[in-house]
C-alpha cells in the first residue's frame, strides 16, 4: 500500500465500500491471494479504486495501446450471438 500513497486502513475501507468486489466487474477477487488490486494512474499515481488481477491487466492493456478497446469490440461483434 505505501507504494499507492494509501494505508492498509484506507486500502480496507475501499473493499469494504466496494463491499471487498472489483469495481470494473463486480466479482470478489479469485486469485491465490484472495486481494483486490490497488489501481492508479501511471501518469498521475492518483489512486482510483481496487480492482481483481484480471480486471487490473485489462485496464493496463487498454492504457497502454487506447485502440486495443475498439478492436476488441469489433473482434466480438461479428460473434455476438455465438454462446
Do not use: W
Not at 15 to 38: H, I, R, T, W
Not at 67 to 81: A, G, Q, T
Amino acid at each position: 500500500m505505501r507504494s499507492y500513497g494509501i494505508t492498509l486502513e484506507e486500502y480496507h475501507s475501499m473493499a469494504m465500500a466496494q463491499d471487498n468486489k472489483c469495481y470494473l466487474c463486480g466479482e470478489p477477487p479469485s486469485d491465490k491471494f484472495g486481494k483486490l488490486v490497488v489501481d492508479h494512474c501511471h501518469k498521475t499515481g492518483e489512486v482510483r479504486k481496487l480492482l481483481c488481477r484480471m480486471c487490473n491487466i485489462h485496464l493496463s492493456k487498454i492504457e497502454a495501446c487506447p485502440d486495443y478497446f475498439d478492436r476488441v469490440i469489433s473482434y466480438l461483434k461479428p460473434n455476438k450471438n455465438v454462446a
